[in-house]
């Protein structure tokens, strides 16, 4: 018997985003509209995308949700940092269902089992399951997710807490196994720099995002090591786009780079948002 109440209600709705499903609804609907991607040379498997509050970054989130406007998928995985503190590397929910204000996303329970047997047998890791957790990082996607595409879905969530690059690749083989074959979209959530003067934030940014565009999620690990760039999602990034290689991925498109100074007026301490797009 599950200990846990079934759905993991927001903590964050009415603050990082609306919690009045209508209002909530129309500010994301423009966000997708008023975006404006370039044309991509693929099927659209994968998105990167920011998770500040929507004042922030949902502008630049828009980008990466327009471009599977419409589109169907049976699953999302979703791959996110965890800014708690946990002794695991890789966490879940226990939760069947996550709550937003424009209704339930349903967890994929049975799903997650089979990954965690899978990452035991390649990197003697599991997915730990917690519940009632306050991570922003992977909910604040959902909205978004549940407003781009044409018909529900089911939901992987994964929260990654490390930047070792043989765990995060071996757990991205373990998924693929799990996943190859069904219709999945791959999200990966991260901001990027923290409060440098927008110059410097751009730069930094650009040493980062120029890691993403490469498809190389080892230079986006090293990027972040040495202090070349930063993503608070640094591990989410890699392991979504060694899980896109496994999965036929062949190219990353930069949609939009943005700071925190568009929205706060404020250019002396600002927060980088990115979004890109992975095709196959």
């Known amino acids: 018997m599950n200990p846990f109440p079934p759905v993991r209600r927001s903590p964050i709705a009415g603050a990082w985003y609306p919690s009045n499903p209508a209002i909530l609804q129309a500010e994301i609907d423009g966000y997708i509209d008023q975006a404006q991607p370039p044309d991509l040379p693929g099927e659209v498997i994968g998105v990167i995308a920011p998770h500040a509050g929507y004042f922030y970054s949902g502008p630049t989130a828009g980008y990466a949700y327009r471009c599977v406007k419409g589109k169907s998928f049976d699953l999302c995985a979703v791959f996110s940092p965890l800014?708690?503190?946990m002794p695991d590397d890789f966490l879940t929910t226990a939760h069947?269902?996550?709550s937003t204000p424009l209704g339930l996303v349903p967890v994929d329970q049975a799903l997650i089992t089979e990954v965690t047997i899978r990452m035991e047998q390649k990197i003697s890791q599991s997915l730990r399951s917690i519940a009632?957790?306050?991570?922003?990082?992977l909910e604040i996607q959902l909205p978004f997710l549940q407003r781009a595409l044409s018909?529900?879905?089911?939901l992987l969530p994964v929260m990654v807490r490390t930047n070792d690059p043989?765990?995060?690749?071996?757990?991205?083989?373990?998924?693929?196994?799990?996943?190859?074959?069904?219709?999945?979209?791959?999200v990966a959530s991260t901001d990027l720099s923290h409060f440098y003067d927008e110059e410097e934030a751009n730069i930094l940014d650009d040493a980062m995002l120029n890691q993403m565009i490469r498809f190389s999620p080892e230079g986006v690990l090293e990027a972040e090591r040495c202090g070349e760039g930063f993503a608070c999602g640094a591990g989410a990034v890699a392991l979504m786009l060694w899980l896109a290689?496994?999965?036929?991925?062949?190219?990353?498109?930069?949609?939009?780079?943005?700071?925190?100074a568009e929205a706060s007026g404020?250019?002396?301490r600002v927060v980088g948002y990115g979004a890109l797009a992975v095709t196959k």
């Open 132 to 137: 009632n957790d306050r991570e922003h990082s």
């Open 83 to 85: 800014h708690d503190y």
């Open 96 to 98: 069947q269902a996550y």
């Open 166 to 186: 043989t765990l995060l690749e071996g757990a991205a083989r373990a998924i693929s196994e799990v996943i190859k074959d069904k219709n999945v979209l791959l």
């Open 151 to 154: 018909t529900p879905f089911s």
């Open 245 to 260: 290689r496994f999965l036929d991925a062949r190219q990353v498109t930069l949609l939009h780079h943005s700071t925190s």
């Open 266 to 268: 404020d250019s002396s």
